[in-house]
């Protein structure tokens, strides 16, 4: 599907030089971060594989929308994971400065092209299309903390519902000059409170058609740039709160963006392997990524969705630790190290990393950093021997990126 070339062979370079996805070259330049182990698994979309917990509970949603809402919803899933950083962020109203635009937190292919972090890339671009009713599924990559609940790679469902004044049977716009914490200031505040209110019971429909009717759950007020007001679901899991999704009202410029001036709309983005963790008792994400076992499994799966427990892998042996403390060199953050150890660990050895101590030296001025990497896999617990190659290969890349090793 897509050829790879460096300038220089070299099996343990983190970052790519140029690249071509999905047949088109890309040239890299000062943002470029993409790894060979994310291309490499760049479009093995776990939506579309026919059994997979995660196209099972997408296809469970699918029915909700399409059983209890009494409206047709669009449906995309196969819309490109390379976007422009316009439909990433600028389309969505993600200032300039805002920290998710960070290179720590995402995969660039260069400054002006990324792999997208979240499905919320395409809501322009389908509003544009005169799509006004739809839900957009998706893998999304982030550079993120290494642990059960965090992959590089997952999968995301955005849901927009547009309103036009006829339907909703009152005015849309007032001008109310300055916005509140409840309403825009374009807005009128009835239509605000009508959208919000379908908008939240369709949601908690969703959650107690998945969880069932005595599921808890929680609304939450958040802060997205592209929705206000914005919230949060969570709902309860292993003796915490979980979050699910965010949602809100769009932002009118969204809408303006989207060239659907005259409405109004609410927006959702969800977590699948959330979910899926929570339906199934699936704890650790790398599991997602076992197709092996976790198709064996879901292959008996008939349709009860609620009653289907997934058998968790037993593994007898204690995760094998590591640290490994360094000078870090300039610019260098905590994600850079997962990320390194992500490229290396190919098949998953790595359970979690933790950054346990910081130091800086009050002569030098270094900063040093102390990692320490828990090695278990998904599905069986490994031996000092088993995971050695991965440590020694981690300190090479670190040594080569000019980190001074302690
Ligand atoms: C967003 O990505 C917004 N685009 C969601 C949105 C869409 C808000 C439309 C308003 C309107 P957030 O970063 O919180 O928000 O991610 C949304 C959901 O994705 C989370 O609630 C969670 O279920 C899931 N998620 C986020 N990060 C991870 C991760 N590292 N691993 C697994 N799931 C994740
Ligand atoms: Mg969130």
């Known amino acids: 599907m897509f050829r790879?070339?460096?300038?220089?062979?070299?099996?343990?370079?983190?970052?790519?030089r140029n690249v071509s996805l999905?047949?088109?070259?890309?040239?890299?330049?000062?943002?470029?971060?993409?790894?060979?182990?994310i291309i490499n698994n760049l479009g093995n979309h776990k939506h579309r594989i026919p059994n997979h917990p995660i196209e099972i509970i997408k296809n469970e949603i699918y029915k909700f929308f399409d059983s209890k809402t009494g409206i047709t919803f669009a449906k995309f899933e196969d819309l490109n994971p390379v976007v422009t950083v316009e439909q990433n962020f600028d389309s969505v109203l993600i200032p300039k400065d805002h920290v998710s635009r960070d290179k720590k937190d995402n995969y660039y292919i260069n400054e002006d092209t990324l792999l997208r972090a979240h499905t919320s890339a395409h809501q322009v671009e389908l509003l544009r299309k005169k799509e006004s009713t739809f839900l957009c599924c998706g893998d999304v990559y982030r550079r993120d903390t290494m642990d059960r609940s965090h992959y590089p790679i997952f999968h995301q469902m955005e849901g927009v519902r547009l309103f036009s004044e006829e339907e909703l049977g009152i005015p849309l716009f007032q001008d109310r000059k300055q916005r509140t914490e409840s309403c825009q200031e374009h807005y009128s505040l009835e239509a605000v409170e009508k959208v919000e209110n379908e908008l939240?019971?369709?949601?908690?429909?969703?959650?107690?058609?998945?969880?069932g009717e005595d599921v808890q759950y929680r609304w939450m007020d958040e802060y997205f740039p592209f929705t206000h007001p914005s919230f949060e679901i969570e709902v309860f899991y292993e003796g915490d709160w979980l979050e699910i999704l965010g949602c809100g009202i769009m932002e009118y410029q969204v809408l303006v963006n989207g060239c659907s001036e005259d409405k109004i709309g609410w927006a959702f983005g969800l977590g699948l392997e959330r979910l899926a963790m929570r339906l199934f008792d699936i704890n650790d994400i790398r599991l997602f990524w076992k197709s092996e076992v976790v198709l064996d499994q879901f292959q008996s799966f008939n349709g009860d969705f609620r009653q289907f427990k997934f058998v968790l892998p037993e593994r007898k042996i204690e995760p094998a630790k590591f640290d490994l403390a360094f000078w870090i060199p300039d610019?260098?953050?905590?994600?850079?190290?997962?990320?390194?150890?992500?490229?290396?660990?190919?098949?998953?050895?790595i359970e979690n990393v933790e950054l346990i101590d910081v130091f800086s030296h009050p002569k030098t001025g270094k900063t040093s950093h102390?990692?320490?990497?828990?090695?278990?896999?998904?599905?069986?617990?490994?031996?000092?021997k088993d995971v050695e190659h991965i440590d020694t290969a981690i300190r090479a890349v670190l040594a080569e990126q000019g980190a001074g090793l302690r």
């Open 4 to 16: 790879r070339f460096f300038r220089r062979p070299n099996p343990i370079r983190c970052h790519i």
């Open 22 to 37: 999905f047949g088109k070259d890309y040239k890299e330049d000062h943002m470029t971060n993409l790894t060979p182990r």
């Open 200 to 211: 939240k019971i369709t949601l908690e429909g969703l959650v107690k058609h998945l969880f």
């Open 331 to 349: 610019g260098f953050h905590d994600h850079d190290f997962y990320d390194i150890a992500r490229n290396i660990d190919v098949d998953d050895a």
């Open 370 to 384: 102390c990692y320490r990497t828990y090695y278990r896999g998904a599905l069986k617990g490994l031996q000092f």
